[in-house]
């Protein structure tokens, strides 16, 4: 006889075991299936441990630039089998974490392969065989792996995806990287200040295409400035990959095809997710391209059945994945008799976006484009980091936040940030625009001196002609 449970949640990653643990606090009893590492691809192979390396690269970059501040640093070199060493056990330490997680909350894990039987049953093959278990609800949070190009296939020796590129077997000498959203660019930030020689090929127009294109610009002369070649509105056409390297033709923005070597490519072109051969198709689920159709509160067509992160419409980001899989558990928790919650739809408009390059990038809301494009009359901010005492103080005086308004209502529309430790401050515009806060509330808000956070004041001002510092 199958093992029942309230609800079973397929995957593990920052969707699956988050919602497993608010299903289990809200006194549901709760199962969760995972193929192969607690805490999924973000904890082990993805959002963790690539900031791990990237503070190792951030440090080293600190280290050769002591001498501006008042320090001598001498024969400093990077190890990187010390430095994916570090990074790998930050990602053990985690899922450590995660396994402990699961036993506080008395939730039962089936490690295997699991696959919907029905919208309320799972067969799960593991080392140990094939067993059934059933529930009342099951959370479909099976994730997302890269993207391959049909002419890029990686190989994990000369052709790379993140996986790869977190345990290198060796350090690239000459690297292309293919693509440059988050993924791509956090990975050529790395490998430039490790001492790669790195060249970014972005189709679109600019690079990191979905943030403010005042944000953009300032990374491509950024990032040139750091000894990046950047080609946007440039294809990659082919790969011939040999043992010693990549011999690879790209198609410039003036459609020409030059032929260049590397010695390493990463692929970062975008996600697929994790939605076939779980049995979905029997089921009649709604889907396009693999991408489950949901509710606000992660409901999918089919009765029982529930989907949150990746697998479900963007954006694609942990932090996305485990809100919705609070969602879903307070939702199903209502529909199983909780009078005591009461469930939220996702608000895909104040969901924050990070990239931990060199410098860092932080955005929510709308980009002052795509405001326009929705009618709206625009009242716009900018305030510089080199106006602020403390960047200057950190010798960081690179970058500058950007606030967009209704100039009608004075509704916060969206930030936009580059620079040092913007990932640390786009919270409070996260939490304004969760509250709907105005350009008034913001400016009567006092911000702590000095900390870089004053720029987030000082950029409400400047919408409104009132910045005091430039």
Same mark, same amino acid.
């Given at each position: 006889?199958?093992?029942?449970?309230?609800?079973?949640?397929?995957?593990?990653?920052?969707?699956?075991?988050?919602?497993?643990?608010?299903?289990?606090?809200?006194?549901? /009893?709760? %199962?969760?299936?995972? +193929?192969?590492?607690?805490?999924?691809?973000?904890?082990?192979?993805?959002?963790?441990?690539?900031?791990?390396?990237? +503070?190792?690269?951030?440090?080293?970059?600190?280290?050769?630039?002591?001498?501006?501040?008042?320090?001598?640093?001498?024969?400093?070199?990077? #190890?990187?089998?010390?430095?994916?060493?570090?990074?790998?056990?930050?990602? /053990?330490?985690?899922?450590?974490?995660?396994?402990?997680?699961?036993?506080?909350?008395?939730?039962?894990?089936?490690?295997?392969?699991?696959?919907? $039987?029905?919208?309320?049953?799972?067969?799960?093959?593991?080392?140990?065989?094939?067993?059934?278990?059933?529930?009342?609800?099951?959370?479909?949070?099976?994730?997302?792996?890269?993207?391959?190009?049909?002419? %890029?296939? %990686?190989?994990?020796?000369?052709?790379?995806?993140? +996986?790869?590129?977190?345990?290198? /077997?060796?350090?690239?000498?000459?690297?292309?990287?293919?693509?440059?959203?988050?993924?791509?660019?956090?990975?050529?930030?790395?490998?430039?200040?490790?001492?790669?020689?790195?060249?970014?090929?972005?189709?679109?127009?600019?690079?990191?295409?979905?943030? =403010?294109?005042?944000?953009? %610009?300032?990374?491509?002369?950024?990032?040139?400035?750091?000894? $990046?070649?950047? $080609?946007?509105?440039?294809?990659?056409?082919?790969?011939?990959?040999?043992?010693?390297?990549?011999?690879?033709?790209?198609?410039?923005? =003036?459609?020409?095809?030059?032929?260049?070597?590397?010695?390493?490519?990463?692929?970062?072109?975008?996600?697929?997710?994790?939605?076939?051969?779980?049995?979905?198709?029997?089921?009649?689920?709604?889907?396009?391209?693999?991408?489950?159709?949901?509710?606000g509160y992660g409901r999918t067509n089919v009765k029982g059945l529930w989907?949150?992160?990746?697998?479900?419409?963007?954006?694609?980001?942990?932090?996305?994945?485990?809100?919705?899989?609070?969602?879903?558990?307070?939702?199903?928790?209502? !529909?199983?008799?909780? /009078? #005591?919650?009461?469930?939220?739809? $996702? =608000?895909?408009?104040?969901?924050?976006?990070?990239?931990?390059?060199?410098?860092?990038?932080?955005?929510?809301?709308?980009?002052?484009?795509?405001?326009?494009?929705?009618?709206?009359?625009?009242?716009?901010?900018?305030?510089?980091?080199?106006?602020?005492?403390?960047?200057?103080?950190?010798?960081?005086?690179?970058?500058?936040?950007?606030?967009?308004?209704?100039?009608?209502?004075? !509704?916060?529309?969206?930030?936009?940030?580059?620079?040092?430790?913007?990932?640390?401050?786009?919270?409070?515009?996260?939490?304004?625009?969760?509250?709907?806060?105005?350009?008034?509330?913001?400016?009567?808000?006092?911000?702590?001196?000095?900390?870089?956070?004053?720029?987030?004041?000082?950029?409400?001002?400047?919408?409104?002609?009132?910045?005091?510092?430039?």
């Amino acid at each position: 006889m199958a093992d029942q449970y309230d609800v079973i949640v397929l995957g593990s990653g920052p969707g699956g075991y988050v919602a497993a643990i608010r299903c289990a606090q809200l006194g549901l /009893k709760t %199962a969760i299936v995972e +193929r192969e590492n607690l805490g999924g691809i973000c904890l082990n192979w993805g959002c963790i441990p690539t900031k791990a390396l990237l +503070r190792s690269a951030e440090v080293l970059n600190h280290m050769k630039h002591a001498a501006a501040y008042g320090l001598a640093a001498d024969n400093i070199r990077a #190890d990187l089998d010390a430095v994916v060493k570090r990074s790998r056990g930050v990602a /053990k330490q985690l899922n450590q974490g995660v396994t402990h997680l699961m036993k506080k909350n008395k939730i039962t894990v089936h490690m295997g392969n699991g696959v919907l $039987m029905s919208a309320t049953s799972v067969e799960v093959t593991g080392d140990k065989g094939t067993e059934t278990i059933s529930a009342k609800h099951v959370i479909v949070a099976t994730g997302a792996r890269a993207r391959d190009l049909p002419f %890029a296939k %990686a190989d994990g020796e000369r052709v790379w995806t993140y +996986r790869h590129a977190m345990t290198p /077997k060796q350090m690239p000498t000459k690297l292309l990287v293919i693509g440059s959203g988050a993924i791509g660019i956090e990975f050529a930030s790395f490998y430039n200040d490790m001492g790669a020689e790195v060249t970014v090929v972005e189709m679109m127009d600019r690079v990191v295409p979905v943030e =403010d294109a005042d944000v953009s %610009a300032f990374l491509e002369k950024a990032l040139t400035k750091q000894g $990046m070649k950047i $080609m946007t509105g440039a294809g990659v056409e082919s790969l011939a990959v040999s043992a010693s390297g990549v011999k690879a033709k790209i198609k410039g923005k =003036d459609g020409k095809v030059a032929e260049a070597d590397y010695s390493h490519v990463i692929v970062a072109v975008g996600i697929v997710p994790n939605t076939e051969n779980i049995g979905l198709e029997g089921l009649g689920v709604k889907a396009e391209r693999g991408i489950i159709a949901i509710d606000g509160y992660g409901r999918t067509n089919v009765k029982g059945l529930w989907a949150i992160g990746d697998v479900t419409p963007g954006p694609w980001l942990a932090h996305k994945a485990s809100h919705e899989g609070v969602i879903a558990a307070e939702a199903i928790a209502a !529909e199983l008799g909780n /009078k #005591d919650v009461h469930p939220h739809p $996702m =608000d895909r408009a104040n969901i924050p976006g990070c990239t931990y390059c060199h410098p860092q990038i932080a955005s929510v809301g709308l980009t002052e484009a795509k405001a326009k494009e929705a009618g709206y009359e625009l009242k716009v901010g900018t305030f510089p980091f080199i106006g602020n005492g403390k960047a200057i103080a950190l010798g960081e005086p690179e970058g500058f936040v950007k606030t967009v308004f209704d100039a009608k209502t004075g !509704e916060l529309l969206g930030a936009h940030m580059i620079g040092a430790e913007v990932t640390e401050m786009i919270q409070g515009y996260v939490v304004g625009k969760t509250l709907e806060t105005t350009e008034a509330e913001l400016m009567h808000t006092v911000f702590p001196h000095p900390t870089i956070s004053e720029s987030m004041h000082e950029s409400v001002l400047a919408a409104y002609g009132r910045a005091i510092h430039i």
